[in-house]
């Protein structure tokens, strides 16, 4: 069985900027902000009614990685789920719900870690902002103000003719006023916008005016390859300066693979430990073996290897015997055989067909060891 990963994931030394000094909420067992390590979360894509499927898609998110899931709540029959899902979970929970204070009320009760709701939108059709305030605080729920491009309040956009950055903060800060007239400050904010420029300059805005912990998203980012490149562009820019709590990347595919991005663009930044690393060559004239399979056999091969490894898999003699010395285990190809490298020796030399099944071997065996 695979290693599930649960808790507060190790940082490296390294860090790539001070953080941004925020205060922390609690999302049941995962601190955000506050120096807290920077989380992903992802989304459900179930009907949250149908408990088995969400529970199921919640079990898949954790094995990949997530942290922290959010389901929808949009009807009663949602609603009424809740409480097994959050039960059931191993993961924290947070329900996302939009107008209905009713499933605000009924998320809190259930356990769930925290919600997303815009308080702006409670006042508009049944206020019961205080009333959600004292619920939230005597359960110890934090709630979430995500302010989205798409939804942005009408009198913003009037004010700003679309949804600027000015617009967003403004929206923002404006939905955490309405709770902190009521003394309640366990807050997270997201200011998300489709087009990373304006998202960028939002979320910093943001952080000259508040010290809330932030969620960063790239909202409607996209099918997967548009998606990434954005949220990592985004997300890197952010997080590279110290800004950035808990992240979601918004991809329009299956949510574990948001959960492997959003992994994946806090271990480049050295902001969680690394855990599986091919480095390989992209080829070129020079190459004496085929590379693209190689680095994919050895990834299939090594998938679901839950130590942190740096594996080099080089085409040629020039840089392979340099790149493959670095890494914890390695091969430099040429001549129809492959060198292969633990921890900086040469520790056997085999026939190109022996690379892959060699590789993998060694890189068990190094497993062990670090277990
Ligand atoms: S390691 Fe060799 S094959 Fe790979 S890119 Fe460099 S020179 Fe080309």
Redesign the pocket.
Known sequence: MTAVPLGVPEVPARQVAPRRRSRRIQVGPVAVGGGAPVSVQSMTTTRTSDIGATLQQIAELTASGCQIVRVACPTQDDADALATIARKSRIPVIADIHFQPKYVFAAIEAGCAAVRVNPGNIKKFDDQVKEIAEAAKEHGTPIRIGVNAGSLDRRLLRKYGKATPEALVESALWEASLFEEHDFRDIKISVKHNDPVVMIEAYRQLVAQCDYPLHLGVTEAGPSFQGTIKSAVAFGALLSQGIGDTIRVSLSAPPVEEVKVGTQILESLNLRRRGLEIVS?????????D?YKLAEEVTAGLDGLEVPLRVAV???????PG?AREADLGV??GNGKGQIFVKGEVVKTVPESRIVETLIEEAQRLAERMK
């Open positions: 060559c992209p080829s070129c004239g020079r190459a004496q073996v590379v080089m085409g040629c003699v020039v840089n392979g790149e430099a190809s």
